[in-house]
């Protein structure tokens, strides 16, 4: 799957260059002319990576940042033509991981972007997990059964899969859960967990009823073990 990045800019111009150049990289993009929209964008369905602009007509930028730290590591990078160093502290501070002054470079953009998205990434030994009954490869977000046909996951189920199997042998809260594929404003809704680990469990265990790698704690979280 492509990564998902969250563009937001009041410029309409500058959003739609944004979204022609990394849609032609192929990466799948999303728009927020708004901090309030934008907030609202990354809680219904969490990006890989930020861009924000500091000059919303709505909230700060730096707003922006620490609302999505508040529940969120994906990395964010912000652009903006504010130069002064007391503003890029601000939002490396809030939870920036990147600042970039505009005018910009399309190629240094694209390249900055590359480089948050790399270092997001899981480290090389974490990447691939095999069970065995089928394999998880975290990278290529690509998971197979020993014979190595693919098993086929919705986005909402490999969201979920990812965060379980990052803290492999530890309990994952329900709310942390729920804030870390949904958003904040999903962290109550536990029905959400029972659906899609069901249907989860029915793709990956070999007996659902008795689940062996996605096990329940119950009123309390969830945990993989390999």
């Known amino acids: 799957m492509a990564d998902r990045i969250l563009v937001v800019d009041d410029d309409d111009q500058l959003r739609r260059a944004l979204r022609i150049n990394l849609n032609a990289r192929g990466y799948q993009v999303a728009t927020a002319a708004d901090g309030r929209t934008a907030l609202d964008t990354a809680g219904r369905t969490p990006p890989d990576l ?37 503003v890029k502290v601000a939002a490396l501070d809030a939870g920036a991981d990147d600042y970039v002054t505009k005018p910009f470079g399309m190629d240094e953009l694209l390249a900055r972007i590359r480089a948050a998205l790399r270092r997001a990434a899981p480290e ?14 975290l990278s290529a977000k690509r998971l197979t059964t020993t014979a190595g046909d693919e098993i086929r996951l919705t986005p909402t189920e490999w969201h979920m899969l990812e965060v379980l199997v990052r803290h492999r042998d530890k309990l994952v809260t329900q709310k942390d859960l729920l804030r870390e594929v949904w958003g904040p404003r999903y962290e109550h809704e536990t029905n959400y967990l029972r659906v899609h680990l069901a249907n989860l469990r029915r793709k990956l265990e070999p007996s659902p009823s008795r689940p062996r790698y996605l096990i329940t704690e119950p009123g309390i979280g969830y945990r993989f073990t390999p």
């Open 50 to 86: 930020v861009i924000v602009d500091l000059g919303l007509p709505d909230l700060d930028g730096v707003e922006v940042v620490r609302g999505l730290r508040g529940w969120t590591s994906t990395p964010i990078i912000v652009l903006s033509a504010r130069d002064a160093q007391a």
């Open 124 to 137: 090389p030994g974490a990447a691939v997990v095999t069970t065995p009954d089928f394999t998880i490869d």
